[in-house]
């Protein structure tokens, strides 16, 4: 297991990094339509256009690949079957490329039909805006869900540079498209910027792909086995593991009925909890899914067992103080980040407001990044599926509720989003302790208990710091704004850090360990 742990610490070191540098582009990019655009409505056409290509995305590649492709394809590498791997793989490949064809073209006409899901009350010049804004972007789910499909392969030789630096290109195309383009052809130079960056998604992982290329054919068995497999996998996943992309859509649908710019700030705000659940929740996952997929094809349960107690005590230590202090300083990064130009603090209020709400369910949702793979490694994609229906209903409901019963408008919606997460990911527990027995919850929960404790300690850090930074400091400036958030992080890092240091806790030397390893590599 010494071997295992680095294998994915390394693995889980590099996509942290080169997730980071994506984030942080991806707060470049959405900063550049802040300032250009503000939160109009506008801005809620543009982030509700891109809703149904990006659930198809993850319905065709992102559920398709985590629950059937990589752990078949993965099982066959770990069993020294290789080429019978890639004949599978090659059905799969020509498939799924003609599905998306189809997808594609089906999206570009009935575009005028599936606005309405995304935005049901979007009438007359914005459900024009609307549709054509989803019909320019539609070819980019082609290019985007072919990466994917490419990162899968990738991922079971457990590569995972080249699939991680590809979002940088996507992020780049997008930035440049918004500040060149944008200004003179307003949400149609940002679609170009979308399209384009998908393409070069693709091609910065196709020479990789090629290079580890085995045997591809232009072959469609449908009667192999393995090729059974993946499919009888993947069709109860595809909404499994979409389940919180239908919920944001439900959610931005019931936004749209809501003050102009609402779509907009729950987009925001919802970016802003993704930037650790990208960079350490996802990382984690996919570093871990390869090892928890070969350690199960070959029923090694005690390391499946303890890869799966390591993934998600890491994910909780780094993500539960990641939720507390995005509570805490929601207000002084969003200022920080997006407000100025045509972003105004009436804008930033707005956002930090969701973004309190969509705190609270960080923890959750990291979990389930960890556990839905645990399930798939073990061919159980009918678990997530039931899950994930009684989550999109509770979703449902609790938004209902709060629109109606309440004053939280969009803050109502994040909340529901984030008690529903909650609940999906406790769900998931529950059937995993009676599908695999014991799993070390007693190890995990003390684990917890611990990091919430130094939360709450980084928390009270935070809002003493900023609390004798803010008076000091002119709060209208960009460095003004970056002393408040940087002055109340460097304080909350270090109680937590100190705190977790004092308790002895075994995720805390985990974290060094990475650290000191990559420092070594260096020199």
């Known amino acids: 297991m010494n071997q295992t742990n680095q294998r994915v610490a390394k693995a889980a070191g590099l996509l942290m990094v080169a997730t980071t540098l994506s984030r942080i582009l991806g707060f470049v990019r959405e900063r550049g339509i802040a300032q250009i655009f503000g939160r109009t409505r506008l801005t809620d056409i543009f982030f509700a256009a891109f809703s149904i290509p990006d659930l198809m995305y993850y319905l065709l590649i992102g559920g398709a690949l985590s629950a059937a492709f990589i752990p078949v394809f993965t099982s066959y590498l770990a069993n020294n079957k290789e080429k019978e791997g890639w004949y599978v793989a090659s059905t799969f490949i020509n498939v799924t490329v003609l599905l998306l064809f189809a997808f594609t073209i089906l999206g570009i006409i009935f575009a005028p039909r599936l606005a309405p899901l995304v935005a049901y009350n979007f009438t007359g010049r914005d459900l024009q805006l609307l549709v054509r804004q989803m019909r320019f972007m539609f070819p980019a789910v082609f290019f985007t869900a072919l990466a994917g499909l490419q990162m899968g392969i990738l991922n079971s030789y457990q590569v995972f540079g080249p699939p991680a630096f590809g979002p940088i290109v996507y992020n780049l195309a997008i930035i440049a498209a918004c500040y060149l383009l944008g200004p003179s052809m307003s949400l149609t130079g940002l679609a170009i910027g979308v399209v384009v960056g998908a393409i070069g998604n693709f091609f910065v992982q196709f020479p990789f792909v090629r290079a580890y290329n085995k045997g591809y054919q232009f072959v469609m068995d449908f009667s192999h086995p393995g090729i059974r497999k993946i499919f009888k996998l993947m069709v109860p996943s595809l909404l499994g593991l979409s389940v919180t992309q239908i919920n944001l859509i439900i959610n931005q649908s019931l936004a749209s009925g809501l003050a102009a710019g609402s779509i907009t ?11 650790p659940l990208g960079i350490f929740a996802m990382g984690i996952s996919t570093a871990i899914f390869p090892t928890l997929a070969r350690q199960a094809s070959r029923r090694e349960m005690d390391d499946f067992r303890a890869t799966f107690s390591l993934g998600l005590r890491s994910v909780f230590f780094i993500t539960v103080p990641a939720g507390i202090g995005l509570w805490v300083l929601g207000e002084p990064i969003v200022r920080l980040l997006f407000q100025g130009a045509e972003f105004t603090a009436a804008d930033t209020k707005a956002t930090a407001f969701a973004l309190g709400f969509y705190s609270l369910g960080l923890f959750a949702q990291s979990g389930i990044q960890v556990i839905t793979r645990v399930y798939y490694s073990l061919n159980d994609t009918v678990t997530p599926v039931l899950t994930g229906l009684a989550t999109v209903v509770l979703n449902v409901l609790l938004n209902l509720f709060f629109l109606s019963q309440t004053n939280l ?6 909340l529901a989003f984030s008690i529903s997460g909650i609940f999906n990911f406790f769900a998931l527990v529950f059937f995993l302790r009676r599908k695999i027995g014991a799993m070390g919850g007693g190890k ?3 684990s917890f208990m611990k990091t919430a404790i130094a939360s709450l ?6 809002i003493w710091a ?5 008076p000091k400091v002119n709060l209208s400036s960009t460095l003004g704004q970056l002393i408040e958030v940087g002055g109340g992080i460097a304080v ?3 109680v937590y850090f100190v705190a977790a240091y004092l308790m002895g806790m075994e ?3 985990l974290v060094l360990d990475l650290v000191k390893k990559k420092i070594k590599r260096r020199k």
Do not use: F, K, P, S
């Not at 700030?265 to 930037?275: D, I, P």
């Not at 408008?409 to 994040?414: F, N, Q, S, T």
């Open 265 to 275: 700030a729950l987009r925001y705000a919802n970016r802003l909890m993704q930037l």
């Open 507 to 509: 995720e805390l030397e």
């Open 409 to 414: 408008a969009h803050g109502g919606l994040a």
């Open 466 to 470: 900023t609390g004798l930074i803010q």
């Open 457 to 462: 300690g980084m928390g009270l850090g935070v």
């Open 444 to 446: 995990i929960a003390w």
């Open 492 to 494: 909350g890092l270090l």
